[in-house]
């Protein structure tokens, strides 16, 4: 499964971004994707998943009621729309695939993709 990712850029605080990753390969096997940050001396963290099986989602604490996560399954691509940035919110934001796939022992494993990551930078 390879990830690529699109948006992100500069944004005064209080304003929006939106940024969306599209998954190719083999898509069917993928049991959930989100977003991942990570900030300058900080450790990367799940900022919104959703999952492929019913699209339920998950979001920390620190986005909530501000990000919305969301998916285009003909598109397999996903969607991360940010409302009310913050400055506390730059940071390198990652796409993420959780997939299926056989190991070299023939067993099922899951694996994860990473995107390259793209930049937001939130001025206050």
């Known amino acids: 499964v390879q990830l690529v990712e699109s948006g992100g850029g500069v944004v005064h605080a209080g304003g929006s971004l939106s940024l969306s990753c599209a998954a190719s390969g083999s898509t069917f096997s993928i049991h959930n994707m989100g977003w991942y940050r990570q900030a300058p001396g900080k450790q990367r963290e799940l900022v919104a998943s959703?999952?492929?099986?019913?699209?339920?989602?998950n979001y920390a604490d620190s986005v909530k009621g501000r990000f919305s996560i969301s998916r285009d399954n003909a598109k397999n691509t996903i969607y991360l729309q940010m409302n009310s940035l913050k400055p506390e919110d730059t940071a390198v934001y990652y796409c993420?695939?959780?997939?299926?796939?056989?190991?070299?022992?023939?067993?099922?494993?899951?694996?994860?993709?990473w995107g390259q990551g793209t930049q937001v930078t939130v001025s206050s």
């Open positions: 959703i999952s492929s099986a019913d699209g339920s989602t």
């Open positions: 993420n695939a959780v997939y299926d796939s056989l190991g070299y022992d023939g067993n099922s494993y899951r694996f994860p993709s």
